[in-house]
């Protein structure tokens, strides 16, 4: 093995001359920018957010990039039957909101969207609001010490009934509470950690299926001179619609400017341009444990069962 080094490196600095050769004889100059319009609409939100800005062409820099915020479109969302709602821009945020108070969005409805710009620049999309899934359970704790450090590990379960809705992305947080002596007590709550994508699911051939997800959150250093314990967990399962995974999914497979990786493309809903107009609907449950009682269960609402 080792006498094939020799001949190994100059093979590669000839393969990576080509690749730069094959770079500096394209022409990019003729590369316009694309619209890029991005939103999330669901049930449990009270206010619609709406993104937009230019792409980057291929020949501008990538390193300290700035999104180029457009400030003078017209942004319309609208939906069955529904007066559409103009959108006004927030200049402290850069982006477009409205308020959705008295407004009804339905799970099984679809609702749209539609920007356009001075620049003669346009885009249209659609969602449509999937059903909610109320399955999500906690089904086992466990607290492990290693190397200092104390963490728990969870196991999470949901069922996927039969019919849509078919793509799910599940999210955890624990309320961790530490007590050192002759200070208060100091809380803070901790994202579950889930291994890459698993949290992201397809459920579209899984009719039926009981789904199972290992997760684990980081309680900090443990040291027996200070109290620390578990207060409550928090369990939020997000039926999603087919646009929502997809954009999520390749999110997960992006690794930024790496030339050493494979190109990957981000998922759009939106013709003729960029970013995603899409829905989500949201259970959200837990349990809490005040110190020294049993656990009580919370549904949604913070009622206790």
Not at 30 to 51: A, C, E, H, N, W
Not at 229 to 242: A, H, N, P, Q, V
């Amino acid at each position: 093995m080792k006498k094939m080094i020799p001949f190994l490196i100059p093979a590669l600095a000839l393969f990576f001359q080509a690749c730069e050769s094959v770079v500096d004889d394209v022409d990019l100059s003729g590369i316009q920018p694309k619209l890029v319009v991005f939103s999330y609409l669901s049930p449990q939100t009270d206010t619609l957010v709406v993104r937009v800005s230019l792409s980057r062409t291929l020949n501008e820099p990538a390193q300290y990039y700035e999104p180029k915020w457009i400030e003078d479109a017209s942004v319309t969302f609208h939906g069955p039957a529904q007066t559409p709602v103009a959108l006004v821009f927030d200049p402290v945020h850069y982006h477009y909101y409205a308020s959705l108070e008295g407004i009804d969005i339905i799970a099984g409805r679809e609702y749209g969207l539609r920007v356009s710009t001075p620049g003669g620049y346009s885009a249209e999309a659609s969602c449509r609001i999937p059903l909610p899934n109320n399955t999500i359970r906690l089904t086992k704790l466990d607290s492990v010490i290693e190397e200092e450090y104390k963490e728990y590990r969870l196991r999470i379960e949901f069922d996927d009934p039969s019919g849509e809705p078919d793509y799910y992305r599940i999210l955890a947080f624990a309320t961790v509470v530490q007590s050192f002596p002759g200070e208060p007590e100091y809380e803070s709550e901790q994202p579950v950690s889930f291994r890459d994508g698993e949290n992201l699911i397809d459920a579209t051939e899984s009719d039926g299926k009981t789904f199972v997800l290992e997760g684990e959150v980081y309680a900090g250093w443990y040291d027996p001179s200070f109290t620390q314990r578990l207060k409550g967990i928090r369990l939020m399962l997000l039926s999603t619609d087919e646009t929502y995974y997809l954009f999520h999914r390749s999110l997960e497979n992006y690794q930024g400017d790496d030339p050493f990786w494979e190109p990957v493309i981000i998922y759009s809903n939106i013709p003729d341009g960029l970013g995603v107009f899409a829905a989500f609907n949201i259970f959200e449950t837990g349990c809490e444990q005040a110190a020294g009682k049993p656990w009580i269960s919370l549904l949604p609402g913070g009622k206790t069962e």
